[in-house]
């Protein structure tokens, strides 16, 4: 046996629709519409051929007291093929964003509820 490919990741959110204005509107992510009812609220987003599963429910993660800098946090990292166009985004949306501290060209945000984000540019 052997693991071949990772197929979803899944983030705690607090509020659907607000991550949703995030993950859709501001990063481009389209939801994925064949999301069963799951009992809870959430949302199934396509990356790729992979996905990001929102899961609603109080976030027990504290959003006080993270790391300034998404890479010293736990962290999901996607690739981008514009890390500059990203940044022009996240600026025009007042999202703060720091630099990848190992020069590579790629960025670090957080997500509404605090979830660290990488983009790294290929």
Request: charge should be negative.
């Given at each position: 046996?052997?693991?071949?490919?990772?197929?979803?990741?899944?983030?705690?959110?607090?509020?659907?629709?607000?991550?949703?204005?995030?993950?859709?509107?501001?990063?481009?992510?389209?939801?994925?519409?064949?999301?069963?009812?799951?009992?809870?609220?959430?949302?199934?987003?396509?990356v790729?051929?992979?996905?990001?599963?929102?899961?609603?429910?109080?976030?027990p993660?504290?959003?006080?007291?993270?790391?300034?800098?998404?890479?010293?946090?736990?962290?999901?990292?996607?690739?981008?093929?514009?890390?500059?166009?990203?940044?022009?985004?996240?600026?025009?949306?007042?999202?703060?964003?720091t630099?990848?501290?190992?020069?590579?060209?790629?960025?670090?945000?957080?997500?509404?509820?605090?979830?660290?984000?990488?983009?790294?540019?290929?």
């Amino acid at each position: 046996m052997r693991i071949q490919r990772l197929l979803h990741a899944s983030l705690l959110v607090s509020d659907t629709q607000r991550s949703l204005t995030f993950y859709r509107d501001v990063l481009g992510m389209r939801t994925d519409p064949d999301r069963p009812d799951l009992q809870f609220p959430g949302a199934w987003l396509v990356v790729g051929e992979q996905q990001l599963h929102l899961l609603e429910l109080p976030n027990p993660d504290p959003i006080d007291g993270r790391p300034e800098h998404g890479g010293r946090d736990r962290h999901t990292a996607f690739a981008v093929d514009a890390v500059d166009e990203l940044t022009v985004k996240l600026t025009s949306n007042d999202i703060p964003y720091t630099q990848s501290k190992s020069g590579r060209r790629a960025i670090f945000c957080r997500d509404p509820d605090g979830n660290a984000l990488e983009f790294i540019e290929e």
